[in-house]
């Protein structure tokens, strides 16, 4: 019988996931998309897959393997994330090199440039796959990224680990442009991170005695939240209200303007989330730089329309006019103009949520994040088309 391929995946993947499943940012889950993805993988997958997953609690600590949904899971202990990087991830690239010696595999397939599994691309003799989460050196050029070695470092080492991979994925055509703005000559594919399951189940219900929008995302300058606040204060509107869900670094901050009809909600679980969207009036997210926001697929497969702007992969999928507002970034006066609009006509707000709603959901979908990996591990690896995820 003829042995499988082999593939690692190296990535943050939430372990809780095994215990409590799916749960979000909230529920300590940070890469949302990684738990769907081996979900689906469990469907039918081909290959031999085993998820490698660096837990910085301290080198002593015991490692563990174990197996679920037909998968390799593997848990190794290395140093916390700033003594890592301090040390150029050598012991990453130790412990890394050793678990992939022990498993021998025909491809490597690494997310994320904030972290350090992209130091094996390029290494076992074998092709390898870059997924990014965020292009760090956008930020930077832009003056997104905090002022501190940490990040500065990161940006800095991004630009190799693009160089040393096979083919770059990203979520969007956007993203795409900025990793080829970083490196010209990467090989890029686009494959959309889907919306998790759940998020199918929830009926759109929006608040109409007291509407409201809602914001997702860190409290952070590149996510436009202080230009939301503000407009929130331009339209001096007591009839509908803002809630926030959220943190960061400008959470103090925010919160010390003390602008009337702004609720703060902290970092929500699923669940939590998705009460707040099923009753949100609209989702808005006035993002200067975003690959393709998690939250802005998750309202649409609900059914919220969306405002938000040009600059990041939402604009790929959100219509001007249609299935949501488009605005201009950095302009709080257009941002409470549409703001008022949808918030003020509920009859508007149902159109606007309702169109392009089954393409959104289709487009969305978690297996197709599963089908768009496996075509290029099949295409990598030299094999025929896989059978349909």
Request: net charge neutral.
């Amino acid at each position: 019988m003829k042995s499988k391929k082999k593939i690692a995946i190296l990535a943050d993947f939430p372990w809780s996931f095994f215990d409590h499943g799916a749960t979000g940012r909230g529920g300590g889950q940070a890469s949302t998309w990684l738990a769907q993805l081996a979900e689906e993988f469990a469907k039918f997958c081909p290959y031999e897959v085993h998820w490698i997953t660096i837990d910085r609690g301290g080198i002593g600590a015991r490692s563990v393997t174990m197996e679920w949904g037909g998968q390799h899971f593997h848990k190794i202990q290395s140093v916390k994330v700033s003594i890592g990087l301090a040390l150029n991830y050598v012991p990453s690239r130790f412990l890394l090199s050793r678990a992939l010696r022990k498993i021998g595999p025909h491809l490597i397939h690494a997310w994320g440039t904030e972290h350090s599994y992209p130091v094996a691309c390029g290494t076992c003799g074998v092709p390898s796959i870059l997924s990014m989460q965020g292009v760090l050196t956008n930020l930077a050029k832009r003056g997104y990224l905090p002022n501190h070695w940490y990040w500065r470092k990161l940006a800095k080492m991004e630009v190799e680990f693009i160089r040393s991979a096979t083919i770059v994925t990203c979520e969007s055509q956007w993203a795409i442009e900025r990793v080829l703005e970083t490196l010209p000559a990467a090989a890029t594919r686009q494959v959309e991170y889907g919306v998790h399951s759940s998020f199918y189940d929830i009926a759109w219900q929006p608040e109409t005695v007291r509407p409201y929008a809602l914001f997702v995302g860190t409290l952070a300058e590149y996510k436009g939240v202080a230009v939301l606040l503000e407009a929130v204060r331009r339209a001096a509107c007591n009839s509908w209200s803002l809630r926030i869900a959220g943190d960061g670094p400008l959470r103090d901050v925010l919160e010390a303007c003390d602008i009337p009809n702004v609720e703060y909600l902290g970092v929500l679980p699923w669940f939590d989330l998705q009460l707040q969207m099923k009753g949100a009036c609209c989702l808005v997210h006035p993002t200067l730089a975003d690959s393709s926001p998690n939250v802005v697929k998750e309202a649409r497969v609900i059914g919220l329309p969306v405002i938000t702007t040009i600059h990041g992969g939402q604009a790929g999928y959100i219509r001007n006019g249609e299935n949501g507002i488009i605005v201009e970034p950095l302009n709080p006066d257009s941002l409470a103009e549409a703001l008022s609009r949808l918030l003020g006509d509920s009859e508007l707000a149902k159109r606007m949520g309702a169109a392009r709603h089954a393409e959104d959901r289709a487009y969305f979908r978690p297996e197709n994040t599963a089908r768009g990996f496996m075509e290029i591990y099949d295409e990598l690896l030299r094999e025929g088309p896989s059978a349909s995820v």
